[in-house]
């Protein structure tokens, strides 16, 4: 706090005015305020001129450069006092610094452009809401999964609004079964998957995490989840169950024998036509190793084809063998063997 006369000249400071302004001399009384600040600005200097004329003045916040060039922020209200005739005598001005305070402000407006930075960065859905359920963030990803804005709505709305349907594709989801509003009830989620069905644009399956948001004292302010895309691995899933599926009709209705066994020799599966040709069970197969059911002239050659097929010598080969039925007797068959891989 300090208070000027008409010429702008100090009658009275406050201890802070000094500590704020960082003024070294210890009496200013009587000299001029454009004497202890020789770097005022002609803004401020016009700003005293209008109160000196009867105008209050006042700023939230406002920059003041000090004399080695930093920059102070201040709020500040400025207001002419009067004498007994009621005339103005001079300006009075009441400063708050709030440097601080808008250092803190900045702070965070860079943690809050760098965080919006990420979010809209990565390809993962970011999706949060308030206590209420009323969405409070949209990340860019999850603006172009949906081809909408997030909108204001009733919870009752959201799941037609943005096409949540249940993994089967077909049923919408309820409200209550919404990842976000259910992580904001329950706490957490893991996993959960649902499909996301815009109006323009193909489905889209995601995996949804979530987790409640709380302040320090541990008070629930909102929910927030994150939804991977799983597209890809839910159409690879299917075509494989679709392979296996046919695969596996044809292993097991198919007119001749077929079998897969490992490379110690047992039987892995076994379709029903070999069991028919050798006479065992395909559990009592599967108990086995070809060895044991192999004509004794036959198998030397059979393990040399077998190996050079694993070293990658051949690719397939083809050979006629004997069996030995489960009864005894030789069964003669035109074997063809080839490898399978796994990923590696």
Same mark, same amino acid.
């Given at each position: 706090?300090?208070?000027?006369?008409?010429?702008?000249?100090?009658?009275?400071?406050?201890?802070?005015?000094?500590?704020?302004?960082?003024?070294?001399?210890?009496?200013?009384?009587?000299?001029?305020?454009?004497? *202890?600040?020789?770097?005022?600005?002609?803004?401020?200097?016009?700003?005293?001129?209008?109160?000196? +004329?009867?105008?209050?003045?006042?700023?939230?916040?406002?920059?003041?450069?000090?004399?080695?060039?930093?920059?102070?922020?201040?709020?500040?209200?400025?207001?002419?006092?009067?004498?007994?005739?009621?005339?103005?005598?001079?300006?009075?001005?009441? &400063?708050?610094?709030?440097?601080?305070?808008?250092?803190?402000?900045?702070?965070?407006?860079?943690?809050?452009?760098?965080?919006?930075?990420?979010? /809209?960065?990565?390809? *993962?859905?970011? #999706?949060?809401?308030?206590?209420?359920?009323?969405?409070?963030?949209?990340?860019?990803?999850?603006?172009?999964?949906?081809?909408?804005?997030?909108?204001?709505?009733?919870?009752?709305?959201?799941?037609?609004?943005?096409?949540?349907?249940?993994?089967?594709?077909?049923?919408?989801?309820?409200?209550?079964?919404?990842?976000?509003?259910?992580?904001?009830?329950?706490?957490?989620? +893991? !996993?959960?998957?649902?499909? @996301?069905?815009?109006?323009?644009?193909?489905?889209?399956?995601?995996?949804?995490?979530?987790?409640?948001?709380?302040?320090?004292?541990?008070?629930?302010?909102? !929910? #927030? &989840?994150?939804?991977?895309?799983?597209?890809?691995?839910?159409?690879?899933?299917?075509?494989?169950? @679709?392979?296996?599926?046919?695969?596996?009709? =044809?292993?097991?209705?198919?007119?001749?024998?077929?079998?897969?066994?490992?490379?110690?020799?047992?039987?892995?599966? #076994?379709?029903?036509?070999?069991?028919?040709?050798?006479?065992?069970?395909?559990?009592?197969?599967?108990?086995?190793?070809?060895?044991?059911?192999?004509?004794? /002239?036959?198998?030397?050659? /059979?393990?040399?084809?077998? =190996?050079?097929?694993?070293?990658? @010598?051949?690719?397939?080969?083809?050979?006629?063998?004997?069996?030995?039925?489960?009864?005894?007797?030789? #069964?003669?068959? @035109?074997? !063809?063997?080839?490898?399978?891989?796994?990923?590696?």
């Amino acid at each position: 706090l300090a208070m000027f006369d008409l010429d702008m000249c100090y009658l009275a400071a406050s201890r802070q005015w000094f500590t704020d302004y960082d003024i070294r001399e210890k009496n200013i009384i009587g000299k001029s305020h454009y004497e *202890v600040f020789s770097h005022i600005s002609e803004e401020w200097k016009e700003q005293h001129r209008r109160c000196l +004329k009867g105008e209050i003045l006042k700023s939230k916040e406002d920059k003041f450069y000090k004399k080695d060039g930093s920059v102070q922020w201040l709020s500040w209200e400025m207001k002419p006092w009067f004498t007994d005739a009621m005339k103005i005598g001079g300006i009075i001005m009441h &400063v708050s610094d709030i440097t601080e305070l808008k250092e803190i402000e900045h702070a965070n407006q860079q943690k809050q452009t760098f965080l919006e930075a990420i979010l /809209d960065s990565i390809e *993962v859905g970011i #999706v949060s809401c308030d206590q209420s359920g009323t969405l409070t963030l949209f990340n860019k990803t999850t603006k172009n999964w949906h081809g909408l804005p997030p909108e204001v709505l009733p919870t009752s709305e959201l799941s037609g609004y943005y096409g949540l349907f249940k993994p089967d594709g077909k049923t919408p989801l309820e409200t209550e079964e919404i990842p976000l509003l259910r992580t904001l009830k329950n706490g957490s989620l +893991k !996993a959960d998957e649902i499909i @996301i069905k815009p109006n323009q644009g193909s489905k889209r399956y995601v995996s949804v995490n979530g987790s409640q948001l709380r302040s320090l004292d541990g008070e629930i302010f909102g !929910a #927030v &989840v994150a939804m991977h895309d799983i597209t890809e691995r839910k159409n690879t899933e299917e075509k494989l169950r @679709i392979s296996e599926e046919t695969f596996r009709g =044809n292993f097991e209705n198919a007119a001749i024998g077929m079998a897969i066994s490992n490379r110690q020799y047992q039987w892995i599966e #076994v379709n029903e036509a070999f069991s028919e040709i050798v006479g065992y069970t395909i559990s009592e197969l599967q108990a086995m190793t070809f060895k044991d059911i192999t004509h004794e /002239d036959d198998l030397a050659l /059979d393990l040399q084809l077998l =190996n050079e097929l694993i070293e990658g @010598i051949r690719t397939h080969y083809h050979m006629e063998k004997r069996y030995i039925h489960k009864e005894g007797y030789s #069964v003669h068959v @035109i074997l !063809a063997v080839s490898l399978v891989r796994d990923n590696e």
